[in-house]
C-alpha cells in the first residue's frame, strides 16, 4: 500500500531522532481524546444538554472504535505502508470533526465519535510498532509515555478555556489541529516494521504464549490502575475537598509524572525492565493504602503523586517486555488494544464496585488485586525470556 504523494524512501530508520520525535507524537495524539475525556463529555452535557447514559454511550462509542481497529491491527500493521495508514487516519479524525462541530445531533455525534476511535487506534498502533522496532524499546516508550502525558497536560489546561469562548464545538478545533498538523509529519515516519524485526525472523526468542501473557499483564495493570484513576476526582470530592482543591492535586500529578517521565526516559533500559516494573506497581500500591486513609489536601496530593509516579516508572517497561518478548513486531499492536479494553474494564467495574455512601474500599481492593497479578505475570514472562537468553 503506497501513495504517490509521499516520500518512496523505504531506509528511514525508527531510531533516528525525526522518526522517534514523530512516533512520540503520534502515540500522544492517539491516546490525545482518553486523556482528555471527562472534559470532551462533560462538554456534551453541558453545552449538547445530552443525558448522563448519552454521555456513557459516546464515550463508550469512542473507546469501541480505538480497541476494534487496535485489535485488527494484527491483520495489517505488517502488510500497510504506516505513513499512509495514518495520513488516513488524519483525515478520517479532521473530517469527523468537521462535521461533529456542525452538528449537534446526538445520533451524529455518536457515529462520528466511533470514527474518531477507529482512527486514533490506527496512530496508536502505528506509533508503538515504530517505538517498539527501536534499539532502546524501554527510552522509546518512556519518551511516547512523556508526550502523551505532556499533550494532555497542555489540553487539560487550554481546553476549558476553549470551551468557554467557543462552548463545546470549539473543542473540536484543536483536535482538528493535532490532526492536521500530524498528516504534515507523516513523511519522517518509517513506512514499515524495519530491521529489528528483519533481524528477529531468524532469532527468535521469546514466543506467541509469553507475548499473550504479557498483554494479559498488561490487561490487568490497566483494569487496577483505570479503575482508581477514573475515580479519582470523586475520591478527592468525597473527603470534602473544593473543585479547586483537586484541580491543584491533579495539576501537580501531571507536572511531576512529567518529571519522572524525563528521568525514565533519560534512563532507558540501564536499569533493565524488572526493577522499574516491581518498583512502579509497588509504588502504586502504596499510593492506594494513602488513599484509603482520611484525607486532608496534604494527604490527598501525597497520595495522588505516588500513585501516578509510579505508573509513568513501570509503564513504558511493561511495554517494553511485550516488545522483546514479541521478536516478530507482529502482536505488539495489541498494547493498544490492552490499554483500551482494560480502561474501559477498569472503569466500569470500578462503578460496579463502588459502594453506597461513597464507599471505595471494593475499588481500593481490585486496585491492589489487578496490581499483584500483573506483577506475577511479568515477573514470570521476564524469567522466561531470561532462561532463554541465557
Not at 486523556?35 to 459516546?58: D, K, N, R
Not at 464545538?169 to 504534515?184: D, E, K, M, R, W
Request: charged share 10%; aromatic share 12%.
Amino acid at each position: 500500500m503506497t501513495s504517490p504523494s509521499l516520500p518512496s524512501d523505504r531506509a528511514v530508520d525508527a531510531n533516528s531522532g525525526s522518526a522517534l520525535a514523530v512516533a512520540c507524537f503520534v502515540m500522544a495524539v492517539g491516546g490525545l481524546e482518553f486523556s482528555i475525556m471527562p472534559l470532551y463529555l462533560g462538554g456534551m452535557a453541558t453545552h449538547l444538554l445530552f443525558s448522563e447514559q448519552q454521555v456513557g454511550f459516546i464515550g463508550s462509542a469512542y473507546l469501541a472504535g480505538f480497541t476494534l481497529t487496535s485489535f485488527s491491527a494484527v491483520l495489517w500493521s505488517h502488510r500497510v505502508n504506516w505513513r499512509t495508514g495514518v495520513l488516513v487516519a488524519a483525515v478520517a479524525a479532521t473530517i469527523s470533526y468537521l462535521i461533529a462541530s456542525a452538528t449537534k445531533d446526538f445520533g451524529w455525534i455518536l457515529a462520528l465519535t466511533l470514527f474518531v476511535g477507529c482512527s486514533r487506534g490506527v496512530f496508536y498502533a502505528i506509533s508503538v510498532c515504530s517505538l517498539g522496532d527501536t534499539e532502546n524499546s524501554e527510552r522509546a516508550f518512556a519518551l511516547g509515555s512523556l508526550a502523551t502525558m505532556s499533550l494532555a497536560g497542555l489540553g487539560m489546561l487550554v481546553l476549558p478555556y476553549v470551551m468557554q469562548s467557543f462552548l463545546v464545538h470549539g473543542l473540536f478545533l484543536p483536535l482538528i489541529g493535532v490532526s492536521i498538523l500530524t498528516a504534515a509529519m507523516v513523511r519522517w515516519l518509517p513506512v514499515s516494521a524495519g530491521k529489528k524485526a528483519e533481524a528477529a525472523q531468524g532469532s527468535q526468542t521469546g514466543s506467541t504464549f509469553h507475548v499473550f501473557v504479557a498483554l494479559f499483564g498488561l490487561l490487568v495493570f490497566w483494569i487496577g490502575m483505570c479503575g482508581i484513576w477514573s475515580f479519582l476526582e470523586r475520591i478527592g470530592n468525597a473527603s470534602g475537598l473544593s473543585p479547586q482543591a483537586i484541580g491543584t492535586v491533579l495539576a501537580v500529578s501531571y507536572a511531576a509524572v512529567i518529571l519522572v517521565a524525563l528521568i525514565v526516559a533519560w534512563l532507558g533500559d540501564r536499569t533493565g525492565r524488572a526493577a522499574p516494573i516491581f518498583l512502579g506497581m509497588t509504588t502504586m500500591l502504596v499510593g492506594i493504602f494513602l488513599l484509603d486513609r482520611t484525607l486532608t489536601f496534604a494527604a490527598y496530593m501525597t497520595a495522588s503523586i505516588v500513585f501516578q509516579v509510579g505508573w509513568i516508572i513501570c509503564y513504558p517497561f511493561t511495554m517494553a517486555v511485550i516488545s522483546r518478548a514479541d521478536t516478530s513486531g507482529r502482536y505488539v499492536p495489541l498494547i493498544a488494544a490492552a490499554q483500551g479494553l482494560g480502561a474501559s474494564m477498569g472503569a466500569a467495574l470500578g462503578g460496579t464496585l463502588l459502594g453506597a455512601g461513597e464507599d471505595y474500599s471494593g475499588i481500593y481492593r481490585m486496585g491492589v488485586v489487578c496490581l499483584v497479578l500483573s506483577m506475577a505475570l511479568f515477573g514470570w514472562v521476564l524469567f522466561k525470556l531470561r532462561e532463554q537468553e541465557a
